[in-house]
């Protein structure tokens, strides 16, 4: 990828782990500018919680011009709905959708025209699971709000797209399995060699899977790629 996005500079949220980092590495390394931020500094990462309107658009605004903006900030939590506290929903909404609908709208106020909005939603964002009520409610928002503003921002060029990750392994889907493994009364590895087995490419995916798919998304390879919700999971959802 090296040289693929020279010369573009980028914006990427969630950066101080997982599948964030991992885009800031690869938009690096295929040679673009980036600012990375994340709900605490870090670093080279600034501090932005992106639940803040205020502090969303003045960090936008600080930040300066971008080409590019890959949304990865996001929470995941679990939970039957009929024993979900309201209190839990709202905030994952507040972080996984509304989160999205403030950076979203900040970056397409101010990406060049040339530019493009990703937005990381979830495999959990086109189909529903059982004890996922509250995340997969928040993903099936991002692929809704990546459709609408897609169609409102190609008429300058901008394209706006969603990625879908399946079953990554982040210290985040870790710490799941551990919470998912204590109310199964089994063990955090069986967890995860459950979902292992679930998938026909035979492995979890990994941060940089889904950010080499970011990279192609900025990239003049995907010029005609807008309004998508491509889905990164090893063959898990077909």
């Known amino acids: 990828m090296a040289g693929l996005l020279h010369g573009r500079r980028a914006l990427v949220t969630g950066a101080a782990g997982g599948i964030g980092a991992a885009v800031v590495e690869a938009f690096r390394q295929a040679g673009a500018e980036v600012v990375g931020v994340d709900l605490r500094a870090d670093g080279d990462v600034r501090s932005c919680d992106v639940t803040d309107e205020a502090e969303v658009e003045a960090t936008v605004e600080t930040v300066g011009p971008v080409d590019d903006v890959v949304h990865a900030a996001g929470v995941v939590s679990t939970g039957d709905v009929a024993t979900l506290p309201l209190a839990e929903f709202r905030r994952v909404?507040?972080?996984?959708?509304?989160?999205?609908?403030?950076?979203?709208?900040?970056?397409?106020?101010?990406?060049?025209d040339d530019g493009t909005v990703t937005l990381v939603a979830s495999q959990g964002g086109l189909r529903g699971g059982a004890g996922w009520g509250a995340y997969c409610a928040s993903k099936f928002g991002v692929i809704g709000l990546t459709e609408s503003l897609a169609q409102e921002a190609a008429p300058r060029g901008v394209r706006v797209n969603a990625v879908c990750p399946g079953s990554i392994d982040t210290g985040m889907s870790r710490r799941v399995a551990v919470e998912l493994a204590a109310r199964?009364?089994?063990?955090?590895?069986?967890?995860?060699?459950?979902?292992?087995?679930?998938?026909?490419?035979?492995r979890l995916g990994t941060p940089e899977d889904v950010a080499g798919v970011c990279v192609f998304l900025a990239s003049p390879l995907a010029s005609f790629v807008a309004g998508a919700a491509l889905v990164v999971d090893g063959a898990e959802l077909s």
């Open 184 to 202: 199964r009364g089994t063990s955090p590895d069986a967890v995860q060699e459950a979902y292992r087995a679930g998938i026909p490419a035979g």
């Open 93 to 112: 909404l507040d972080v996984n959708l509304v989160g999205s609908f403030l950076v979203a709208r900040a970056a397409v106020r101010r990406v060049r």
